[in-house]
């Protein structure tokens, strides 16, 4: 498996050549706009590791991670699935800090969005159900299959309580890959967000 997963990597760099970009500088400017920030929240990073890689080009955007804000105080906190953000707790579901999980090794840049479709009463109960969630296993699978992964997590629960949330699906028909997928360009795009903050600035 591990052979047909490097044979899958070098295909896709091959066919669309990708290129690590340089990682961006630590931000420290969200301390001063942390009041800004909301409990429920979306963030958005652009990764510079080779999964994130992947995920940018069969995703076509700019985002390759996702995670909602579960906590402000006393400081913002993130619950997302992930494979390696902490390797003492690999491949499954973890709440970090804003400043881990926006760390310049693991992002190039950021944004934050608001899902103003949701109300706060929703908000908090797809927070609290999402809660529950931490320490399960990411599973990188299609729609069709069981499946956990950053976009993944925050669907199956908004779907619960916000029964005409309707993101868009991309289908991949990649070696090792095949199937309907939900990529973070798909919650980027929604309808009635509204963008809070972006690093780096790019007005």
């Not at 929240?41 to 955007?61: C, E, M, N, P, Y």
């Not at 509204?194 to 600035?201: E, K, N, Q, R």
Request: charged share 20%.
């Amino acid at each position: 498996m591990k052979f047909s997963y490097y044979i899958f990597i070098l295909f896709l760099f091959i066919k669309n050549p990708v290129y690590a970009q340089e990682s961006a500088n630590s931000d420290n400017s969200y301390k001063e706009k942390s009041s800004l920030i909301h409990v429920g929240d979306w963030i958005f990073r652009s990764g510079v590791q080779t999964d994130s890689l992947i995920v940018k080009k069969l995703d076509g955007g700019i985002f390759s991670h996702i995670g909602m804000v579960v906590a402000i105080e006393p400081e913002i906190k993130v619950i997302h699935a992930t494979t390696t953000d902490d390797e003492n707790i690999p491949n499954q579901v973890i709440i970090s800090s804003l400043a881990d999980f926006t760390a310049p090794e693991l992002a190039e840049k950021y944004a934050i969005a608001r899902p103003n479709f949701l109300t706060d009463e929703q908000k908090s109960q797809i927070i609290a159900e999402l809660l529950t969630k931490q320490g399960e296993l990411f599973k990188l699978a299609s729609r069709e299959e069981d499946h956990l992964y950053c976009t993944t997590l925050l669907y199956d629960v908004i779907i619960k309580y916000k029964s005409d949330f309707n993101p868009e699906w991309k289908y991949a028909n990649f070696p090792l890959l095949r199937g309907h997928y939900l990529f973070p360009s798909a919650f980027a795009n929604y309808s009635d967000i509204t963008w809070i903050y972006s690093y780096p600035d790019t007005k």
